[in-house]
């Protein structure tokens, strides 16, 4: 059967059924996640994503009607394993078979065969089930701590949030092609769902560890590197959490008489497992040192308690990726040469113009902010103004971030060979015209690397809180307790979902605000699965903008005329009306970001489609056996 009969093949009745299987199975996800309005967010958010992205899968197979790129390897060894040869393996393939036996399963499910068209479109299914997902996971970390065995509304927030996430263009490129990605990322996401519903109220159960440790290892099946999602991220997420269900008894804090007292009381308050974890919102730098040793403190002195969190099941993931490395002699499984692990810490550098680029208009009211409170400084309307130890403490990190900056890029700016040959990638040109134009652009770039970060690190504060609030999380000697605050240590007052905050008002806490632990674990997953790849890909990059996206609160943009009004002085209505107003504005940004990514998939779709190219030699004679080649992600 010709692919252009196999294109063909597909009629309306064939996508009502996979629309039907699709429909189902979110359903009963949601469901069981306890959603109010599921069933419309269900129809809203597959109207919105599965139209697109089909139309997307039949352009792209009207076009490109043979495998492309990597497809060259994907597409025959799925339709190997669908003629039953699993012992056949293309040794070009680096990443383990789980995509071709998913999608296997899948077509035989619905009753299709194995033609390109049929395998790219599981992941059109895939994307589709990536966007409720996402709808899922906000709605749950939105949530967490309120009301545990309750139903959690869907709001059109996250709503967008579902449709924009799987419009990421990165990932919704690859909908239309038989790439592991999108597979790859469904299942994470799917394994950081149930962790969500992990770290409810009542302990995990039985079934539910085993569940976890499925989701872990199949994970791993379809890349390797999801081993620090599974066990870092979520394990350490985990981790957490069972330190914070410790719940010490809260104690009336003693008058110190030396810095040495103060330093000891709080180190056994961190032992028993009251640790400081405030919301990002209100974290200094020094809060985030202090975080770190309360944890360390924490779980050296309730070891038993972390290991058995731990060990299982993320420690048996941890022990099957470690046998799987063993057996196989390396990561990868095929083409060793050209993927060895190395040092490669310039990709920590270029993530960040990567977010930046990609979620510019979730920067707005966080730069808005910024302009305001400037604006406020100069002409004396501020409140408060920040101090000068303050200040001073931002310039010390600021001047820090830039140094380690610079050192990465003079003694660890790697540069793949595959980067420098492929022109297909965009990847290529980006370094072209930068870094590899002249020697002191890679040195100017540090600057630029810094700011990006610190836009990231500012959306993922949202809204700045009062002074009132910052008193529940003080669990640190450096932070001196305000004269009106009640002398004792509440222990509950943190113990929030680990993932998300605990509760609190949005005026206390900022909506959303996440845990500093998890921004903090969440910065070392992703350091972790980039900094031992030599090649720079864009797709490297989805699952860890997918877990920062997912943790981006809903900011309020603040007018440049009034200052920030506090919870103490606010009454419950004004607080209501501030919120509503708030979630308006907010659904704009959101919507600002779907015509962005819509824009950005329409310019790469365009290229991809209508400006193909061949490679020639310098005689001109065509090179790659006259094969078209088209640019891409």
Known sequence: ????????????????????????????????????????????????????????????????????????????????????????????????????????????????????????????????????????????????????????????????????????????????????????????????????????????????????????????????????????YIGGLEVIHAIKTLNPEPVEIPKFRTVSDQIRFYAWRYSLGDIHDPPLSVALPIDIVVCVASIGIAAVCNLPTVLRRFLWPHGIILATFVAFVAWNGGVVLGDKSNHVATLHLAQMLYIWPFFAFFSAPLYIPHLLNRASTAYQALTFQARQRPSSSYMAIVALAGCSALIIALLIVRFNTIIHPFTLADNRHYVFYVFRYSILRAWWIRYALAPVYVVCAWMCWGALQGSKVSRAALEKWIRSPFITTPPNAAPSLHSGAAKGVSGQGDGVTDAEAGPDSPPTSTVLILLLATTLSLMTAPLVEPRYFILPWLFWRLLVPTTSIRSLSSPPQTAAADGNTNQSKQSRKHSRDYVSILLLETAWFVLINAATMYVFVTRPFYWRAPDGTLQDEGRVQRFMW
């Open 1 to 232: 059967m010709s692919e252009a009969t196999a294109f063909s093949e597909p009629s309306l009745m064939v996508w009502l059924i996979r629309f039907s299987a699709l429909s189902t199975a979110v359903y009963i996800f949601t469901k069981s996640s306890q959603l109010k309005g599921s069933i419309l967010a269900l129809v809203a958010i597959l109207s919105c994503v599965t139209p697109v992205a089909l139309s997307w899968l039949l352009t792209v197979t009207e076009n490109v009607p043979e495998p492309y790129l990597d497809e060259v390897f994907h597409i025959p060894q799925a339709q190997v394993y669908c003629e039953g040869r699993y012992l056949e393996w293309d040794d070009k393939i680096t990443t383990p078979p789980g995509l071709y036996i998913f999608t296997i399963v899948f077509n035989r499910l619905l009753g299709f065969p194995c033609s390109v068209y049929n395998l790219r479109a599981f992941n059109v299914f895939v994307v589709s089930c990536v966007s409720v997902l996402v709808l899922v996971c906000r709605t749950n970390l939105a949530r967490a701590g309120v009301k545990p065995d309750s139903g959690r509304e869907v709001s059109v927030r996250h709503l967008l949030t579902g449709i924009n996430v799987a419009l990421f263009p990165v990932l919704f490129f690859f909908s239309g092609l038989y790439y592991t990605d999108p597979a790859s990322t469904l299942i994470v996401l799917l394994a950081y769902a149930n962790h969500l519903t992990r770290v409810d109220a009542k302990p995990p159960s039985f079934l539910n560890d085993v569940y976890s440790l499925v989701l872990g290892i199949l994970a791993l099946g379809f890349r390797q590197t999801n081993i620090f999602w599974t066990v870092v």
